[in-house]
């Protein structure tokens, strides 16, 4: 069974701080991993994708099959980084998401 | 750029009765997928569509069915609604399997 775990239901932090927003999974072959957001009054998008390694907003993660994290990071919050934060596995024909995590950003 | 797009946006219906909730995808995907969002929680995984196949199936119950219709837009059924169901539906549309989704709005089902 695949599992994502994301521990922290609110975070908050102020802001020029650095945020990680943690998620943790469990699936037996290679993980499909994601991070979506929902900003305040808009649908779920997007934010990355561990194979496009690519810094989205400022935003990286990085796989760690070892400790089968996917850590969702950023050096410095911005304001506009509030949000709700959403990990999300994809494999075995389903999608499982995590609980997700809300970061407060506090100015 | 539509994007994908669900109706109705709102529903309240009773228990016990039957509802349908629509979904286009945008132009080109070919596969879409299905959720329930209860409040506090993450979206939950209910159906996914490639090539009006079935490719996936959460853990609902049978009173929950889907199909992808030849245009790529896609139909979720409830029957026999309980109250546990009211809950955000909220459609998504991929390119292909285990690619990134690209969510509706949402349906928002009352069940009174």
């Known amino acids: 069974a695949q599992r994502v775990t994301q521990p922290e239901k609110l975070l908050s932090v102020f802001k020029g701080a650095p945020v990680e927003l943690k998620c943790n999974y469990s699936?037996?072959?290679?993980?499909?991993l994601f991070w979506y957001v929902q900003y305040s009054r808009q649908r779920l998008q997007l934010l990355l994708r561990?194979?496009s390694r690519e810094s989205i907003k400022g935003f990286t993660a990085d796989l760690n099959k070892g400790e089968t994290s996917f850590h969702l990071k950023k050096p410095f919050a911005q304001e506009e980084d509030s949000a709700m934060y959403y990990c999300?596995?994809?494999?075995?024909?389903?999608?499982?998401f995590g609980i997700g995590t809300k970061l407060q950003v506090i100015p | 750029d539509a994007g994908v797009t669900q109706s109705p946006t709102h529903l309240i219906k009773t228990r016990g009765q039957q509802v349908t909730l629509r979904c286009s995808p945008i132009?080109?995907?070919?596969?879409v997928s299905w959720y329930q969002q209860v409040l506090g929680q993450g979206p939950q995984f209910i159906f996914q569509?490639?090539?009006?196949?079935?490719?996936g199936r959460g853990n609902f119950p049978d009173r929950f069915s889907a199909r992808q219709f030849p245009n790529y837009s896609s139909e979720l059924n409830v029957n026999a609604l309980l109250l546990g169901d009211s809950a955000l539906y909220l459609c998504?549309?991929?390119?292909?399997?285990?690619?990134?989704?690209?969510f509706g709005s949402g349906t928002q089902l009352s069940v009174l």
């Open positions: 999300a596995l994809a494999g075995d024909q389903k999608v499982t």
């Open positions: 699936y037996s072959g290679s993980p499909e």
């Open positions: 561990h194979i």
């Open positions: 132009s080109g995907h070919k596969s």
């Open positions: 569509y490639y090539e009006k196949e079935e490719r």
């Open positions: 998504a549309s991929m390119t292909g399997l285990n690619e990134k989704l690209f």
